[in-house]
């Protein structure tokens, strides 16, 4: 039998470019960009970030660490309340706080200790604390007085640099024709343009074909 001409592909990370000056700013999201650098002249202690699933909230987050210092805490492992005098005045940043994971106790308190200590606490989400499964009412006052700042879909010149920095970020160009051709049949959310270019990479790893308007047909 003729050997096969599929070769292996490995899922190896990918170095994301995630500093300040990587991060691609549209009217969809630049009102979120420009309050995240303008820390620490936020309106509020606390600000809850929400949008989809790729819309940009981690990279914000990492942008906000560089600037600030802040550190990032698990939400499915706060610190317990005895604990918290260890951070000091630290900033901090808790990820994907709408997961049901969330210890509400514990959230309580790190929101207090941000308050007594004046210093600043970025949450980002999916969704709006209102709509979250919490039970403890204090917990859900606290993040009412909370910021909101949002994060909205992509426009198609935003999705277009998007796409063509994740091709970057795996050392890949596209040609312009074929991206026009993508941009216009794919799903319109940032997490998509992710999808597309990581099957786009593994299936021209795979069968040794170069990214085309061909291969991307096959992929969408």
Same mark, same amino acid.
């Given at each position: 039998m003729a050997p096969s001409a599929r070769q292996m592909s490995f899922d190896l990370p990918i170095a994301s470019a995630m500093s300040r000056d990587d991060f691609i700013r549209d009217d969809t999201n630049r009102i979120a960009f420009d309050m995240i650098v303008s820390w620490p002249d936020w309106p509020s202690n606390v600000v809850v970030l929400a949008g989809p699933v790729g819309s940009g909230k981690s990279h914000l987050a990492a942008i906000h660490s560089q600037q600030s210092g802040a550190i990032f805490l698990a939400n499915d492992d706060l610190p317990k309340p005895e604990d918290l005098p260890v951070l000091g005045n630290t900033p901090v940043i808790v990820e994907d706080a709408h997961?049901?994971? #969330?210890d509400e106790t514990r959230m309580f308190h790190l929101l207090n200790h941000v308050r007594e200590r004046a210093t600043t606490m970025l949450i980002t989400s999916r969704s709006w604390p209102d709509s979250w499964p919490l039970t403890l009412p204090d917990l859900r006052s606290r993040l009412? @007085? @909370?910021h909101p700042l949002e994060l909205n879909e992509p426009g198609d010149q935003l999705l277009r640099q998007v796409m063509v920095k #994740?091709? @970057?970020d795996r050392q890949l160009t596209i040609e312009p024709r074929v991206l026009d051709y993508i941009i216009v049949r794919m799903e319109r959310s940032l997490s998509a343009a992710g999808r597309v270019v990581n099957d786009l990479d593994r299936l021209s790893l795979e069968e040794g074909r170069p990214i085309t308007r061909q291969l991307a047909a096959d992929i969408l």
């Open positions: 997961s049901v994971q #969330l009412r @007085a @909370a #994740l091709f @970057a």
